[in-house]
């Protein structure tokens, strides 16, 4: 197959390095924007029929019109959740998506980090020490293997943290609609009243939209942790901040946020922060909260450059063959 075209939308600097050293491998010529697709920008796809677009910003109904009406005919999001993109104006539409798997190990890893350092009070012992305040915290860390966690959602990287945790000697529980990792596997209720820690790897979907609200967290263990490196959406944050606040749980650790938009992959030191939650949130010395990086290692980097590439080359191929 001859050399094809594809479109890279939100392109950051080291995405574009490791497009330009991929792409002649495997016979592509990209062109690299590094501003989010939108309707301002769709002609930039210069005859193209496959884009490739990033998580940080939403393709709405209108957006998928314009892209229709210049020629797109496929779209690979270079992550693994499509909650950003109107999958059903797509599918209306006539625009084929596809997403990426990259290496499970960069959020495996990452969410176990968020569980020691919640479990062990990291955040105000490292503000404390910051300001020369050496003493001990007043409130004794917990082990791992003491706990029983529950993974709530165990595709790949739900898989890849259970894999960790066994390591630690934890028990692990588990919930999910498929149930082949080495877990324990409960009902949802029977998780909820019996994890110490709460870990979520699930995908947003209408389903799972606050997955974590009032009503389950009433049923979890008093001082339980909740870790959270899927999606915001997944908990709501008005009753995860309530329960909180009253001491129903002993901490939370947020790679992810509702209403991470906007905010999240932007420099907020000069602006004012209209996210109460998060500004209540952040005042709690045991919440943390991160800014939607767990996946931001070099290997996930590569993983998912090449395969947003190889995406559009199954597409393209799937037209010749008919």
Same mark, same amino acid.
């Given at each position: 197959?001859?050399?094809?075209?594809?479109?890279?939308?939100? =392109?950051?600097?080291?995405?574009?390095?490791?497009?330009?050293?991929?792409?002649?491998?495997? &016979?592509?010529?990209?062109?690299?924007?590094?501003?989010?697709?939108?309707? /301002?920008?769709?002609?930039?796809? &210069?005859?193209?029929?496959?884009?490739?677009?990033?998580?940080?910003?939403?393709?709405?109904?209108?957006?998928?019109?314009? +892209?229709?009406?210049?020629?797109?005919?496929?779209?690979?999001?270079?992550?693994?959740?499509?909650?950003?993109?109107?999958?059903?104006?797509?599918?209306?539409?006539? *625009?084929?998506?596809?997403?990426?798997?990259?290496?499970?190990? %960069?959020?495996?890893?990452?969410?176990?980090?968020?569980?020691?350092?919640?479990?062990?009070?990291?955040?105000?012992?490292?503000?404390?020490?910051?300001?020369?305040?050496?003493?001990?915290?007043?409130?004794?860390? $917990?082990?791992?293997?003491?706990?029983?966690?529950?993974?709530?959602?165990?595709?790949?990287?739900?898989?890849?943290?259970?894999?960790?945790?066994?390591?630690?000697? =934890?028990?692990? /529980?588990?919930?999910?609609?498929?149930?082949?990792?080495?877990?324990?596997?409960?009902?949802?209720?029977?998780? /909820?009243?019996? %994890?110490?820690?709460?870990?979520?790897?699930?995908?947003?979907?209408?389903?799972?939209?606050? *997955?974590?609200?009032?009503?389950?967290?009433?049923?979890?263990?008093?001082?339980?942790?909740?870790?959270?490196?899927?999606?915001?959406?997944?908990?709501?944050?008005?009753?995860?901040?309530?329960?909180?606040?009253?001491? $129903?749980?002993?901490?939370?650790?947020?790679?992810? +946020?509702?209403?991470?938009?906007?905010?999240?992959?932007?420099? =907020?030191?000069?602006?004012?922060?209209?996210?109460?939650?998060? +500004?209540? +949130?952040?005042?709690?010395?045991?919440?943390?909260?991160?800014?939607?990086?767990?996946?931001?290692?070099?290997?996930? /980097?590569?993983?998912?450059?090449?395969?947003?590439?190889?995406? =559009?080359?199954?597409?393209?191929?799937?037209?010749l063959h008919g």
């Open positions: 197959m001859k050399n094809i075209g594809i479109t890279v939308y939100g =392109c950051d600097h080291d995405e574009a390095e490791a497009l330009l050293e991929i792409s002649p491998n495997l &016979c592509v010529i990209p062109t690299i924007i590094n501003a989010p697709v939108s309707e /301002l920008n769709i002609a930039s796809a &210069c005859g193209n029929r496959c884009i490739s677009v990033g998580h940080k910003s939403e393709i709405s109904e209108r957006v998928l019109h314009s +892209l229709k009406d210049n020629g797109i005919e496929y779209i690979s999001t270079r992550s693994m959740g499509y909650d950003h993109i109107d999958m059903q104006a797509a599918l209306k539409i006539g *625009i084929a998506v596809g997403n990426v798997e990259y290496s499970p190990n %960069s959020v495996a890893d990452y969410t176990v980090m968020l569980m020691l350092m919640a479990v062990r009070n990291a955040k105000a012992i490292i503000s404390s020490a910051s300001k020369y305040d050496f003493r001990l915290n007043s409130v004794r860390g $917990k082990e791992l293997s003491d706990m029983t966690i529950g993974v709530i959602g165990t595709g790949h990287i739900g898989k890849a943290v259970i894999k960790r945790l066994k390591g630690f000697g =934890c028990r692990v /529980l588990a919930y999910s609609n498929n149930s082949d990792a080495a877990a324990e596997y409960v009902t949802f209720n029977e998780l /909820l009243k019996k %994890s110490d820690i709460i870990t979520l790897h699930l995908p947003l979907t209408a389903d799972t939209r606050h *997955i974590i609200g009032c009503g389950q967290i009433k049923k979890m263990k008093q001082g339980a942790f909740i870790i959270n490196t899927g999606r915001g959406a997944l908990i709501n944050t008005g009753s995860l901040t309530k329960a909180l606040e009253n001491k $129903k749980l002993g901490g939370a650790a947020l790679d992810v +946020l509702e209403g991470e938009e906007g905010l999240f992959y932007f420099d =907020c030191t000069q602006k004012p922060i209209d996210n109460m939650f998060l +500004l209540q +949130l952040q005042r709690m010395p045991n919440v943390i909260i991160t800014p939607h990086t767990a996946y931001h290692t070099e290997r996930a /980097l590569y993983d998912t450059i090449k395969k947003t590439i190889i995406n =559009c080359i199954d597409f393209e191929r799937s037209l």
